[in-house]
């Protein structure tokens, strides 16, 4: 039997043309489920602790710039001060809404995993996904995983300190000392001997283009990311706090009605 070449080559043509629009909606909902199941494997609770420590700290010190302003507006006195009963139910009616609100847009990390998302589906092809979550899941993975979720917390912590922003404020001792907890917990946890010989896959990932490459994204990439949400927080928080103004001003009445 003679077969027509040309035929079959235009038979393949169209086959090859074909096949990929089939199966790009398939492979883009199939590496959406990738990218999913990468993020499920971290867990950043102390970088978010550590962030809410310092947003706790703004709102603070946002709110007794507001009460010290208002305080001098209706010439309160020296005795409108933090030592005060009306300024402290004052600062408990502010601190509720404003921690509220901190939760909503930064602490329960639902404005990042978008973010996140759109950075691995740059970053890593649907066959690199598929070797990060094979390595990540196995043991010596899921402890490279806690390393690298405890060294961005540890970034996030030196921005804040090394620039200055982190200070004793008083009021906000219960969630530094929460953010602490979590962090030398997460240290005690991520540690792990590089001499085990159970370990020379952790250190073939760790050492290989896309164990490094996976390192710079998961660490460096997602801390920048983190550390400018933090930022633009912090910067709505005067506003936020100045917005609530009118739920303490018959407390500021009380307090000049009761000193006569």
């Given at each position: ?28 909902a199939d ?74 847009e930064f ?129 709505t928080l ?23």
């Amino acid at each position: 039997m003679i077969v027509d070449t040309r035929q079959v080559a235009a038979a393949l043509l169209a086959l090859a043309i074909a096949l990929p629009v089939a199966a790009n909606p398939q492979t883009a909902a199939d590496k959406g489920d990738q990218i999913a199941e990468l993020i499920d494997l971290h867990d950043l609770k102390t970088s978010v602790s550590i962030g809410n420590y310092y947003l706790k700290q703004e709102s603070l010190l946002a709110i007794r710039s507001l009460l010290v302003r208002m305080g001098r507006e209706q010439n309160l006195g020296p005795d409108w001060n933090p030592a005060d009963t009306y300024w402290r139910r004052a600062e408990g009616l502010l601190i509720g809404p404003v921690m509220a609100r901190i939760a909503e847009e930064f602490a329960d990390l639902g404005w990042l995993r978008p973010r996140w998302h759109d950075l691995d589906n740059r970053e890593f092809s649907s066959e690199e996904l598929d070797v990060l979550l094979t390595h990540l899941r196995s043991d010596v993975g899921r402890k490279q995983v806690k390393i690298m979720d405890h060294t961005v917390s540890t970034h996030v912590m030196m921005a804040l300190s090394f620039s200055g922003k982190l200070k004793d404020v008083a009021g906000a001792e219960a969630d530094r000392a929460r953010m602490q907890d979590l962090w030398n917990a997460e240290d005690a946890e991520m540690r792990f001997s590089i001499e085990d010989a159970t370990n020379v896959e952790g250190q073939r990932f760790a050492l290989s283009p896309l164990g490094k490459k996976y390192f710079v994204t998961a660490i460096l990439k997602l801390t920048g990311i983190v550390n400018r949400r933090i930022d633009e927080v912090a910067g709505t928080l005067p506003g936020q706090v100045d917005a609530y103004a009118d739920q303490v001003r018959p407390l500021l009445e009380e307090f000049k009605s009761s000193r006569g």
